[in-house]
Structures are given as C-alpha cells and as structure tokens.
C-alpha cells in the first residue's frame, strides 16, 4: 500500500491528534488490558464471571478493547489512500468496524471525563487528548464510507 502524501492539514492532524494520544494511551493500552483479560480468564477457571455490567467492569473491558482497535486502524486509516483501502473490500469492512469500536470506544471515555464527578483540572486536558481521535475517526470512517458509496453508485 502507498502513503499519502501529507499537506499542512495532515501535519496538523499528525502532531495534535494521533501522536499525542499514541504517546500517550498507546504505551499504557497492555498494561490495561491485561488485568481485564486476567481477571476474565482467571474468573472462568473458577468459576466466577469477572466482568459484569452492573458494576461498570464490563463496559470498561469493552472500551479498552475497542481502543486497541481503533487506534492502529486509525493510523492505516491516516496513512493510506483511502481508493486503495477501498479497492481491498476485506480491509475496508475490517477497517471500518475497528474504526467503529474506537470511536465508540473513545466516545464513552469522554464521556465519562466530562459527566464524573468530580472534575479536576486535569479532566479538560484529558478530554482534550481524546477529543483528537474522536474526529479524526470521524472523518476517517466518513471519507471510507463516503468512497465506498462513490464507488457503488
């Protein structure tokens, strides 16, 4: 697959919206994840379901995976010519489901930022982090999509 070539506009999306959080939440995603997975994995063995939604255990599992998702498919998304990943069908339906999962993913973490009590000053910074993703998985998943409609039709 060929990169795109990147403009000013790509830069700016680079430097403040995939790099930071990559930085950031990238490094610390396993570390998360694998508690969660532990605890699911330990808990069968014995016979306890360890992740359960009535106390948000669930919900949280779920997120993290979906950020594992979606932050790599955020970044092929990024770097590749959107007629190419559309031209590969499997890729694009993968692609466009990992985007999916993290932006899902990323919406329910600000939304937990912003609507938690109580708020510290470093709520604004961290929904600032993740405010990044949360477009730029937007406008990846509508530039794929709005490509696959184009070539349908």
Do not use: N
């Not at 306890?48 to 948000?56: E, H, I, N, P, T």
């Amino acid at each position: 697959m060929r990169v795109t070539r990147f403009d000013r506009t790509r830069w700016i999306e680079l430097t403040f919206g995939l790099l930071p959080v990559t930085l950031i939440i990238g490094p610390a995603l396993p570390y998360a994840l694998l508690p969660m997975i532990l605890a699911l994995v330990l808990g069968r063995l014995v016979g306890v379901f360890a992740v359960k939604w009535s106390d948000g255990t669930l919900q949280i599992f779920v997120s993290l995976l979906g950020t594992g998702l979606g932050l790599p498919a955020l970044w092929i998304a990024f770097l590749c010519d959107p007629g190419q990943i559309r031209s590969r069908t499997k890729l694009c339906w993968l692609l466009t489901a990992a985007l999916i999962a993290g932006v899902s993913a990323d919406g329910y973490f600000l939304r937990l930022l912003v609507f938690s009590d109580p708020a510290t000053r470093y709520t604004a910074l961290w929904a600032v982090l993740l405010f990044g993703p949360l477009y730029l998985g937007c406008k990846y998943l509508y530039l794929l999509k709005r490509a696959q409609l184009g070539k349908t039709h």
